[in-house]
């Protein structure tokens, strides 16, 4: 996956945002219509609305349902929200403008739930560097800064909305926001806008307010440290307005309240379910954002499969029996089993993951295809048919120098190869 973000970055420059949504399987009631109720899911009532208890023990015994929501939630996100026209002839785009490339990776978190995080390339976008170069023209560009601050403005949120009307209560009000559908139509016969800008208020709430728990400081080891949330959302940590830094040319955005975690107002109010937005940014600190985010949600993931299967192989012939064994050896073998096992039980697979694979279910979201050139083979085969010595530093003396430079071209040139289509 990684290879193929690169080549993406290659053909394509760097991203401009960084999403992350996270579907609320235990609330959504397109859950329980897939799952074999017949509730009309465009006239959900009081009776209709899926029940939290209930829709989680649904979610723990068939979590087939989950897996498969999962992926037809994401799919609408690309193709409606994101706007994605594979063909490039749709050049009104979606909520971010028109997207010319996205990658997205699927994880599980503690709980068994599935999430994205996605990589979201924008046509006209621009390179960390090509920002910070436009901003500081000619002293500073402040017509150019002025543009892209409000577009960040209006693109991310951070802050509770106002109850535009403390007396007014929506139909579905008493329920989660997650579990319904926005406000129902007598909500909207009563006033449209009210209603509206009331379930976000809601919704920010519900899916966007982060209140502390213990976990937040997990890693925390006691005073003098600092107590910190680790992440990193306090009361102290609010920015009132988006700044361009005269002399470096970093972007800082606007965060009005710290406990509120990102979020774009017509993404939210769609999908209705905790979400992250991120733009990459300006200069050095975007790349270094860049290179962690890539780090990041291409971690271990497809590899836990490989290590459990390596693992039980491993289990399996320490256990066997060998009367000859001494003492120390036997003690030796019990360690490493116990190593062994202590791994696998922490290798985690939630089922909603086992599902997804067995189903054939993406576990990346792409707008590309990729195909991998095998470079060294590539040039040990240009090298067979038309032997080019002058280019290697030793005299051609049979394979040795020619593996040499065959490897340095592999590594360099890896990137390269994923771009080709
Ligand atoms: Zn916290």
């Not at 509730?39 to 029940?51: A, C, G, W, Y």
């Not at 139509?185 to 009331?198: L, M």
Request: glycine share 6%; hydrophobic share 35%.
């Amino acid at each position: 996956m990684r290879n193929q973000i690169r080549g993406l970055m290659i053909e394509k420059g760097l991203p401009s945002f960084y999403l992350t949504i996270n579907p609320a399987d235990v609330y959504n009631p397109l859950v329980k219509f897939l799952a074999g109720d017949e509730i009309d899911l465009d006239k959900l009532t009081m009776d209709t609305v899926p029940d939290y208890f209930n829709q989680s023990c649904l979610i723990a015994k068939n979590p087939a349902v989950a897996a498969e929501f999962f992926n037809v939630y994401m799919k609408a996100f690309i193709s409606e929200i994101l706007g994605y026209d594979p063909k490039q002839d749709d050049l009104e785009g979606g909520i971010l403008g028109v997207v010319k490339a996205y990658y997205g990776c699927v994880e599980a978190q503690g709980r068994g739930t599935l999430h994205c995080h996605m990589l979201v390339w924008l046509e006209g976008g621009l390179n960390p560097n090509q920002i910070k170069e436009k901003a500081l023209a000619n002293g500073c560009d402040l017509e150019f800064q002025k543009k892209l601050l409000a577009f960040l403005d209006d693109t991310i949120s951070n802050s509770v909305p106002a109850d535009p009307d403390p007396t007014f209560e929506l139909d579905l009000g008493k329920v989660h926001q997650c579990a319904t559908r926005g406000p129902t139509e007598s909500d909207i016969g009563q006033n449209a806008s009210i209603s509206r800008k009331k379930d976000l208020h809601n919704l920010v709430k519900k899916c966007q307010f982060h209140t502390h728990h213990p976990t937040c400081y997990k890693y925390w080891r006691g005073a003098p440290e600092p107590k910190e949330c680790r992440f990193d959302l306090d009361e102290k940590n609010t920015v009132p307005v988006s700044v361009f830094d005269p002399e470096t040319g970093e972007l800082t955005l606007r965060c009005l309240d710290g406990l509120v975690n990102n979020f774009n107002e017509t993404m939210l109010e769609a999908i209705r379910c905790n979400m992250d937005i991120k733009f990459i940014g300006s200069g050095p600190a975007a790349k270094a954002i860049l290179y962690y985010i890539t780090d990041y949600i291409t971690k271990t993931q497809l590899q836990a499969h490989v290590a459990y299967a390596a693992l039980e192989l491993a289990v399996g012939r320490l256990g066997e029996y060998d009367p000859n064994a001494d003492d120390y050896t036997v003690r030796a073998r019990r360690l490493l089993q116990k190593c062994a096992h202590a791994m696998i039980a922490k290798q985690e697979l939630s089922a909603q993951q086992v599902v997804s694979y067995l189903m054939g279910y993406e576990d990346h979201f792409t707008s590309h295809k990729f195909s991998s050139l095998y470079w060294t083979g590539f040039v040990k085969f240009i090298n067979d048919e038309a032997p080019s010595p002058e280019c290697y530093r030793t005299s051609v003396e049979l394979s040795a120098p020619v593996i040499q430079s065959n490897e340095l071209g592999s590594e360099e040139e890896q990137g390269l190869t994923n771009s080709e289509d």
